[in-house]
Each structure stands twice: as C-alpha cells, then as structure tokens.
C-alpha cells in the first residue's frame, strides 16, 4: 500500500520531469497526479504516474510518467460490449522509452523485472525517444520502462476505463490504496 508521503514525493519528482519535458501542466494538476504502484508495493521499480488532462466517454489524453528504469507492467485493453477496446496512442516527449509488444523477442536495451518473467510475455522491444509515437491497436499486450533519465509521454486514446484493463501479473490492483 502507498503513504500519503511517498505519494507526495513522487508527485513532486514527477512533475519535475514533466516540467522538463516541456509539458506545461498547473500546479492543481501536480496535486492530481496519481501515483500507481499497481498494489505490488515497489513503486519504483514497477510502477507510474498518471496525469489525465481529459477522459470522457469517447476519449481520453493523459501524460505518463515513468522513473529512471521504472516499469509499467504489461497489459491490454479488452473489448467491452460493443466497445472493441481502448486504441492507445503513445508519444515521447522525454527521456527513453522501451515499448513492448507481441513478435520477435529482441530485448536489448530494457530487461524484465527480476522474478516476473511470467508475467511479461511481449519480447518485441521498441525504443522510443522525443518525438515517436506509436499506435497500439486494441487488445494488443504492451508494456513500457524508461531508460537511465525518466520519461514522460503523452497517451491519448478512445475511452479509457482503466478498471477494466487487463493485466498479466494476477497479483496487480489497478486502482492504488494510498494510507495516512
Ligand atoms: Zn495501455
């Protein structure tokens, strides 16, 4: 579970990379950063940070976050109802950013987080840097880690019900618990 104070501090040191990036965000919106540990307790290994400029109902854009060699864990976006699933549109603005995705395993640059090989099955890495940007068709499995600087990137998508995702390591809870 997260402290309100490492919440705090990563919402700080977050913003200072956004700030770098040159994103220009308020100082309302450090406050609404929200730090995700994914309920795995080792925030800065596997882990992000989250602004949403918007999310409605047809569409969403939000600034991700990562830590100096930080990972977000693997996931997808699966088809709700009628709704084929959140197409994802990921674009660097900082930093280095290893994407991955399902095809040819050539993991040369990042690395799968010890013990978690299971839980990471897409092998095909992609390097991304200031300004890339790549299209993630619904349902594709992708997980993302920043190099040695952080990153930050924009994400934007159609509806984005981040409940609802999917996500490889049985042990992930979406939705933080954050304590006194
Ligand atoms: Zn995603």
Redesign the pocket.
Known sequence: MLKKKEVFEAQIKAAELIKKSGIKISDEEVKRIEVVDFGLGNLQKEGAQILTFYSTNRASAKVIVLFPYQTLPE?W?PQIGNDPGKE?TIRVAYGTVYLYIPGEANIKEGFIPKGKEEYYTARHEIVMKCCDQIT?IPGTK?WLQSGEEGAVMYSFSTCARDVL?LFSDPHIVRIPKIEE
Do not use: I, Q, V
């Open positions: 996931h976006h994802e993630l992708h995702d």
